[in-house]
């Protein structure tokens, strides 16, 4: 999605004078920047990003499950650099920990430390709370259709 967006080719115009509406690619990404700006900015009163957020989530919906670095990497969609810097500052945070896997003694296996588990309702409150937001401005049926719709393109892209 990322190339798709990214790699559209623009008009033969002067930028300033483009009209970007009713083109996919940049619809798509001028939402999702404005939807990832608008919780950046609720999530810091936590003192959280929206990755950290991701991240916390995962592990704290696979709480009983072992999730390493390499996993944690494929359910958010991004590469062991970008994750690695991420879990290092987690850590940092106190936010989560490591611990090296008992059956594999090259994995660390992360876990939320009592500091990640204090804050993750409060965060995942906030993220709820601009979900509805969201989703209040179409009306039920339009609601579901955008969820199956972008579940739909995800799987196609995957």
């Known amino acids: ?10 008009p033969k115009k002067n930028y300033m004078d483009i009209d970007r509406r009713g083109n996919f690619p940049p619809e798509l990404r001028a939402c999702w920047i ?3 700006s608008t919780f950046q900015k609720n999530l810091q009163t936590l003192g959280l990003t929206p990755d950290q957020f991701t991240a916390l989530r995962w592990i704290n919906e696979l709480n009983d499950e072992p999730l390493c670095q390499k996993n944690l990497a494929q359910l958010m969609f991004t590469d062991s650099n970008n994750i690695s810097g991420l879990i290092r500052r987690m850590e940092k945070l106190k936010l989560i920990t490591r611990e090296t896997d008992t059956k594999d003694k090259r994995k660390k296996i992360i876990k939320i430390t009592d500091k990640g588990n204090k804050i993750f309702p409060e965060a995942k409150k906030i993220a709820t709370a601009l979900e509805n ?10 609601s579901k259709k955008l969820i199956l719709f972008l579940q739909q393109i995800c799987t196609k892209l995957c």
Not at 1 to 10: A, K
Request: aromatic fraction near 4%.
């Open 34 to 36: 404005k939807l990832n």
């Open 133 to 142: 937001n969201i989703l209040s401005q179409l009306n039920t049926v339009e």
């Open 1 to 10: 999605m990322y190339v798709l967006i990214c790699q559209t080719p623009l």
